[in-house]
């Protein structure tokens, strides 16, 4: 009796294991059976937590595959020929070397401004009216002079003092008939003594400069500007922009020099550009490299790691990283001397 009853415990319990058994291998089955290749699982005692993570090349063929049906965002930059132009801009001021100072002298009387003409145009011929004065002489004076001057004729004297006389008389005469200062020579008006209606003035002074010297200067620390190089000049003129060119010349105003040991450099215009000379500020934009025919990569396609500069190149074999070295990277593209072929396709970033 007690044997028969232990072989009934015995088969009790290979029955309820073989329950528990079932129960456990349930949400296997209801997943899909046997984990995928390349995934791995892993759960908790309770078996209520189970992760699949898939291997990374399985992420990559994915990825690739995304890219290339056109579902995603991804887009490519193609390694190719073409210019590589690198620029530079300065602020220039228009300069005039040659330059004279003209005085106006009035040694009688009272010198009185009555108008500025002529300052439509600062560009002057010679001859050209650009003030009128008044001069107001002493009458008193003047007669006394006048009688004076007739008395040594009358008594037939000569010399010095005659001679004196004579001149400072008719000096006296053109001052009084004095109405207008002209320009002497040809040039550009740059600056007068300016004076309001009834002020009494002893001078005039006018600066007056060469046009055929015109010349720009701009600062040169960075030694960007080199001696006989074509530079692009800008300038907004009564508010429209207007564009000429130009020649580096000089470091110095007066000498012309190959080098441009200063740190100022001259440029001068050529003759279709002459009429910037209007512009308070000139803008001058210089070629700082200048590369043909080179390979030429979108700088938006490329990323750092690890320090160096580095692309996703495209390929049969799908996307690998790979590195490059750059001549010199432009405003939106690199120049490309080492580590990609023309025709590459490059994964955008």
Not at 128 to 156: K, N, P, S, T, W
Not at 223 to 230: C, I, N, S, T, V
Request: glycine share 10%; hydrophobic share 35%; charged share 25%.
């Amino acid at each position: 009796m007690l044997k028969t009853k232990g072989s009934r415990k015995w088969l009790g319990a290979l029955a309820l294991c073989a329950v528990f058994c079932v129960c456990a291998a349930r949400p296997e089955a209801e997943s899909g059976g046997a984990p995928a290749e390349g995934t791995q699982q892993t759960g908790t005692q309770s078996g209520m937590t189970i992760n699949n993570d898939k291997s990374s090349k399985t992420l990559y063929t994915e990825a690739l595959e995304l890219a290339e049906s056109g579902m995603g965002i991804q887009k490519y930059a193609t390694v190719k020929r073409g210019d590589f132009i690198t620029t530079a801009t300065a602020s220039g001021t228009v300069i005039y070397p040659k330059q004279e100072t003209i005085r106006y002298d009035f040694p009688y009387g009272n010198v009185y401004f009555l108008e500025d003409i002529g300052w439509d145009s600062p560009v002057k011929e010679a001859g050209e009216a650009i003030a009128r004065i008044h001069v107001e002489i002493d009458e008193i004076e003047l007669a006394a002079r006048e009688r004076q001057l007739q008395r040594m004729e009358e008594r037939g004297e000569t010399g010095e003092t005659y001679e004196e006389l004579k001149k400072e008389l008719a000096e006296m005469l053109e001052a009084v008939e004095q109405t207008e200062i002209v320009m002497e020579e040809d040039g550009l008006l740059l600056e007068q003594e300016y004076w309001r209606y009834g002020t009494q003035i002893h001078s005039y002074s006018i600066v007056v400069a060469d046009l055929g010297e015109q010349l720009i200067e701009v600062p040169n620390e960075n030694k960007l500007f080199r001696y006989g190089q074509e530079v692009k000049v800008t300038a907004k003129i009564n508010g429209e922009t207007r564009e000429g060119t130009g020649t580096v010349i000089t470091a110095s105003a007066n000498v012309l020099s190959e080098e441009l040991a200063g740190d100022t450099a001259y440029i001068r215009l050529s003759e279709d550009s002459r009429e910037l000379y209007t512009g308070s500020m000139i803008s001058v934009t210089v070629e700082t490299v200048h590369m043909e025919n080179v390979l030429l990569l979108d700088a938006a396609a490329t990323y750092i790691e690890d320090g160096n500069q580095m692309v996703k190149i495209k390929d049969e074999y799908g996307l690998h990283s790979v590195g490059f070295s750059a001549g010199r990277k432009g405003t939106s593209a690199y120049w490309i001397v080492d580590g990609l072929e023309e025709g590459a396709q490059i994964l955008m970033q």
